[in-house]
C-alpha cells in the first residue's frame, strides 16, 4: 500500500467514525424539525472538509477527486444533507483556485480551507436555473467598485454561510450572452440580504435561501480572475468536479437505501419466512446492489480521470446521471421493501425518497446532462 493509499484509509477512517458517532443519531431529529445543524459545522471545521479540495499551499487537505467523493459518500450514505454544507463551498473555492488571481488566491483561500469564510455560489435566478445566461443581476462599474443588483434563489448556505460566488452580468447588451457575465467572490455586508428561506420537500435542515442584491458594493478586487466577461467559463469549469460531487452523493444514497432494505428484509416476517427470502424482494435487492455498485464504478471512473487531469465531462456527467437516477430509484425500491412502514417519519427511508430527487436537479438537471453527455458523444466521434 502506497502512502496516498494508507493516507485515504485514515481520512475514511475517520469520516466513518465521525458519521456513525455524529451524524446518524441527530438525522431524523433535524430532518423533521428543519433544524441546522450548527454542531456538525464546527466538527466539519475540525475534519478540514471546509478544505478537503484546496492545495495545501493555502492550507487544505489538497485531496484528490477520488477520496473526496469517497468522503461524500460515506456521508450521504446515512444522510445527504450535510454534505451540502460543504460541498458548493468547495466548488466557489475552487472557480477561485483556478480562475482566481494571486491576491485573491492568497486572501481567500486559507479562509475557505478553515471555515472563516463560508458559503456557495449564486448562479440561479427566478427567471434563470438552466438557462443561466438569461441571468439578470447587474453589476454596474462604480469607481473602484461594482454595485450589484437583483435576486439569486435557491442558495444553498445562503442563510447561514457569510461568503458567496455570485454570477452577474457586467454587460447585459453583448453577444453571445456569456461574453457578458462575471463572476464575484462577496462577503456578506450592508446590500446582501437573505429575503427568505425556502421550505423543501427534502434536503432539510440545511439552509436554501432566496438573496436580494440591492446596491451591494463590492470591490472591483473580488471579480475572479481581475477582467470581465469569463464569470460563465470560470463557473462551467468547476462543474466537472460538482458533477462528481453529485455523482457521489447518488452513489451513497443508492448504497445506503440498499442496505437499510436489506436490513429490513432480513428481519420482517410474512407467511412464516423472512420477507428476503420471497423471490419477489430479492429480485428487488439484487437490482438494487447492481445499481449502487455500478453507481460507485461510474464515480470512480470519473473522479480517476479527473485526477489523472484527463478530460472527463462525458465521463462526470454519466456519473451524475446515472448515480442520481439510482439514489431515485433505490429509495423507491427501499420504500416497497418497507411497505407500510415506508411511509411513516418513524423509517429514515422516507428520507432517502425526500432527499434524492434534488439529485436530478442541481449542477445540471438530467435532462441537460443527457444533452451534454450526447454532444460529448459527438465531438468525440468527430
Ligand atoms: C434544494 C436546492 C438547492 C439548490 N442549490 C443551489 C445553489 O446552491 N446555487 C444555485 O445557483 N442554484 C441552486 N439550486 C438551483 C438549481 O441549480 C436549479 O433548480 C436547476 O439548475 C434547474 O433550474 P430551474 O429550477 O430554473 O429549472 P428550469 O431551468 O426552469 O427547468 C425546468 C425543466 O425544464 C427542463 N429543461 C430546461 N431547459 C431545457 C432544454 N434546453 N432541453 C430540455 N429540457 C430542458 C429541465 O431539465 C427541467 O426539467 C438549488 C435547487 C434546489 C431545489
Same mark, same amino acid.
Given at each position: 500500500?502506497?502512502?496516498?493509499?494508507?493516507?485515504?484509509?485514515?481520512?475514511?477512517?475517520?469520516?466513518?467514525?465521525?458519521?456513525?458517532?455524529?451524524?446518524?443519531?441527530?438525522?431524523?431529529?433535524?430532518?423533521?424539525?428543519?433544524?441546522?445543524?450548527?454542531?456538525?459545522?464546527?466538527?466539519?471545521?475540525?475534519?478540514?472538509?471546509? @478544505?478537503? #479540495?484546496?492545495?495545501?499551499?493555502?492550507?487544505? +487537505? =489538497?485531496?484528490? %477527486?477520488?477520496?473526496? !467523493?469517497?468522503?461524500?459518500?460515506?456521508?450521504?450514505?446515512?444522510?445527504?444533507?450535510?454534505?451540502?454544507?460543504?460541498?458548493?463551498?468547495?466548488?466557489?473555492?475552487?472557480?477561485?483556485?483556478?480562475?482566481?488571481?494571486?491576491?485573491?488566491?492568497?486572501?481567500?483561500?486559507?479562509?475557505?480551507?478553515?471555515?472563516?469564510?463560508?458559503?456557495?455560489?449564486?448562479?440561479?435566478?427566478?427567471?434563470?436555473?438552466?438557462?443561466?445566461?438569461?441571468?439578470?443581476?447587474?453589476?454596474?462599474?462604480?469607481?473602484?467598485?461594482?454595485?450589484?443588483?437583483?435576486?439569486?434563489?435557491?442558495?444553498?448556505?445562503?442563510?447561514?454561510?457569510?461568503?458567496?460566488?455570485?454570477?452577474?452580468?457586467?454587460?447585459?447588451?453583448?453577444?453571445?450572452?456569456?461574453?457578458?457575465?462575471?463572476?464575484?467572490?462577496?462577503?456578506?455586508?450592508? @446590500?446582501? #440580504?437573505?429575503?427568505?428561506?425556502?421550505?423543501? +420537500? =427534502?434536503?432539510? %435542515?440545511?439552509?436554501? !435561501?432566496?438573496?436580494?442584491?440591492?446596491?451591494?458594493?463590492?470591490?472591483?478586487?473580488?471579480?475572479?480572475?481581475?477582467?470581465?466577461?469569463?464569470?460563465?467559463?470560470?463557473?462551467?469549469?468547476?462543474?466537472?468536479?460538482?458533477?462528481?460531487?453529485?455523482?457521489?452523493?447518488?452513489?451513497?444514497?443508492?448504497?445506503?437505501?440498499?442496505?437499510?432494505?436489506?436490513?429490513?428484509?432480513?428481519?420482517?416476517?410474512?407467511?412464516?419466512?423472512?420477507?428476503?427470502?420471497?423471490?419477489?424482494?430479492?429480485?428487488?435487492?439484487?437490482?438494487?446492489?447492481?445499481?449502487?455498485?455500478?453507481?460507485?464504478?461510474?464515480?470512480?471512473?470519473?473522479?480517476?480521470?479527473?485526477?489523472?487531469?484527463?478530460?472527463?465531462?462525458?465521463?462526470?456527467?454519466?456519473?451524475?446521471?446515472?448515480?442520481?437516477?439510482?439514489?431515485?430509484?433505490?429509495?423507491?425500491?427501499?420504500?416497497?421493501?418497507?411497505?407500510?412502514?415506508?411511509?411513516?417519519?418513524?423509517?429514515?427511508?422516507?428520507?432517502?425518497?425526500?432527499?434524492?430527487?434534488?439529485?436530478?436537479?442541481?449542477?445540471?438537471?438530467?435532462?441537460?446532462?443527457?444533452?451534454?453527455?450526447?454532444?460529448?458523444?459527438?465531438?468525440?466521434?468527430?
Amino acid at each position: 500500500m502506497n502512502h496516498d493509499e494508507s493516507l485515504e484509509l485514515q481520512i475514511l477512517a475517520t469520516i466513518d467514525k465521525w458519521v456513525e458517532q455524529e451524524l446518524r443519531p441527530i438525522a431524523k431529529e433535524h430532518d423533521q424539525a428543519d433544524e441546522y445543524p450548527s454542531d456538525l459545522v464546527e466538527q466539519m471545521k475540525a475534519l478540514g472538509l471546509f @478544505g478537503a #479540495t484546496i492545495s495545501e499551499t493555502y492550507g487544505g +487537505l =489538497g485531496l484528490s %477527486a477520488s477520496t473526496y !467523493a469517497k468522503i461524500v459518500s460515506r456521508i450521504c450514505e446515512v444522510w445527504m444533507a450535510p454534505s451540502g454544507i460543504f460541498n458548493s463551498h468547495l466548488i466557489m473555492a475552487n472557480c477561485v483556485e483556478r480562475a482566481g488571481t494571486d491576491a485573491q488566491k492568497e486572501y481567500f483561500l486559507p479562509k475557505f480551507a478553515t471555515g472563516e469564510l463560508r458559503g456557495g455560489i449564486g448562479l440561479t435566478e427566478p427567471d434563470a436555473g438552466s438557462d443561466l445566461q438569461s441571468l439578470r443581476l447587474a453589476a454596474k462599474k462604480d469607481g473602484n467598485d461594482y454595485l450589484l443588483n437583483g435576486t439569486k434563489t435557491w442558495i444553498s448556505n445562503g442563510i447561514h454561510g457569510n461568503c458567496l460566488a455570485v454570477l452577474t452580468k457586467t454587460d447585459p447588451t453583448v453577444s453571445p450572452a456569456h461574453r457578458g457575465m462575471s463572476l464575484f467572490i462577496c462577503e456578506k455586508g450592508e @446590500g446582501f #440580504t437573505v429575503g427568505k428561506k425556502l421550505k423543501k +420537500l =427534502g434536503y432539510r %435542515a440545511i439552509d436554501s !435561501a432566496e438573496l436580494i442584491f440591492d446596491n451591494f458594493r463590492v470591490s472591483a478586487d473580488n471579480l475572479v480572475g481581475g477582467e470581465e466577461g469569463r464569470g460563465f467559463q470560470q463557473v462551467a469549469g468547476g462543474l466537472e468536479l460538482g458533477r462528481i460531487n453529485i455523482a457521489a452523493r447518488g452513489a451513497g444514497m443508492a448504497k445506503g437505501a440498499t442496505t437499510m432494505a436489506l436490513n429490513y428484509a432480513m428481519e420482517r416476517k410474512t407467511f412464516g419466512k423472512t420477507i428476503a427470502e420471497h423471490q419477489a424482494i430479492q429480485l428487488k435487492l439484487a437490482e438494487m446492489s447492481t445499481r449502487a455498485a455500478a453507481a460507485e464504478l461510474l464515480v470512480h471512473q470519473a473522479a480517476s480521470k479527473f485526477d489523472r487531469q484527463e478530460r472527463c465531462d462525458l465521463e462526470a456527467g454519466q456519473a451524475k446521471f446515472f448515480a442520481s437516477e439510482a439514489a431515485v430509484q433505490n429509495s423507491l425500491d427501499a420504500m416497497r421493501v418497507f411497505g407500510g412502514y415506508s411511509y411513516s417519519p418513524d423509517y429514515e427511508i422516507e428520507r432517502f425518497y425526500r432527499d434524492a430527487p434534488l439529485l436530478c436537479i442541481g449542477e445540471g438537471t438530467n435532462e441537460i446532462q443527457r444533452m451534454i453527455i450526447a454532444k460529448q458523444m459527438v465531438a468525440r466521434a468527430g
